[in-house]
């Protein structure tokens, strides 16, 4: 059972006290530095952390361990959107960021003018779970063509299923034709990794061949708080729209996940369909760290040495994502040792 619920977690800043930690050669993943400085000798400081309200369960677990050991820094977790994060990141104003997708070309340049270098450590893996009610019988597994019909920027206006029937015609969709009900969508918002990889994932392609524009349709409720997205879908028997596979896996009993065919059939986001890549919308998960920060900020270097360690990273599978491979976890354990 998780120990805080995630739909707390997200809803807004999670303050925390640590102690500042000296770091020694910087290369411990076994867990905070055993030489730590103790608040009696003063030791202080704060971590800044923002961007992807997918990963920030994940953060906000681990600063909760760490700060149970270290009970002396303050250290902000929040989670107002991937895009949103890089720019605070970018700008300086924060120590690391949670991104569901990688960094952009245009915001390593926005880091780089302002003298900003990072690392990118990947720490999970998630599966974008394209979600409906369970009252929705109508519908079980939608291949790309069929997501691009109901959700690309070719579907605007559409107020039901059937409005896209048409267009799924065109593209040889798997799924159509659609039940005439109501689609009614609640998904991500542009300022999240989520939106951006929905995006790169589905509709880029088709988009591009059909000379559209590369984005979702505008006219739908969007959100950067996924548990306003759970809501939106789960009260409407007729919904659509898409999180990421932790707030799904946590609010299972009032939503229904459709399959996916990206090719070879349809498959359902599970922890092991995520893993090994079968499920068509898996995708990375990752922390950018200042790495100027951590090399003047002991206590911030602790806390990556702690997020990396076996007890750090066991808040991976307890927010409900996935856990990365053995051989994965060394190389992010290594690209951070060798910063």
Known sequence: MKRTSTAKLILGIVAFALVAAACGDGDSTDGPTTTAASPERGASGRIEVSGSSTVEPITALVAEDFAAANPGVGISVEGPGTGDGFARFCAGETDVSDASRAIRDSEVEECAANGIPFFELHIATDGLSVLTSPENDAVSCLDFNDLYALLGPESEGFDTWADADAIAAELGAGNAPYPDAPLVVTAPGEESGTYDTFVEFVIEDIAGERGQEEATRADYEASGNDN??????????????????????????????????????????????????????????????????????????????????????????EAGYVELPAADIDDTRAAWDGR
């Open 228 to 317: 306003v997205i759970v809501n939106g879908i789960s009260a409407n028997p007729t919904s659509l729209g898409w999180v990421g596979f932790a707030f799904f896996a946590e609010n299972a009993d009032v939503l229904k996940a459709i399959d996916i065919d990206g090719g070879d059939g349809c498959v359902t986001p599970t922890a092991e369909t995520i893993a090994s890549f079968q499920y068509p919308l898996s995708r990375p998960l990752f922390i950018y760290v200042n790495t100027d920060k951590a090399a003047a900020k002991p206590e911030l270097a602790a806390f990556i040495d702690f997020y990396l360690s076996d007890g750090g990273l066991a808040s991976v599978s």
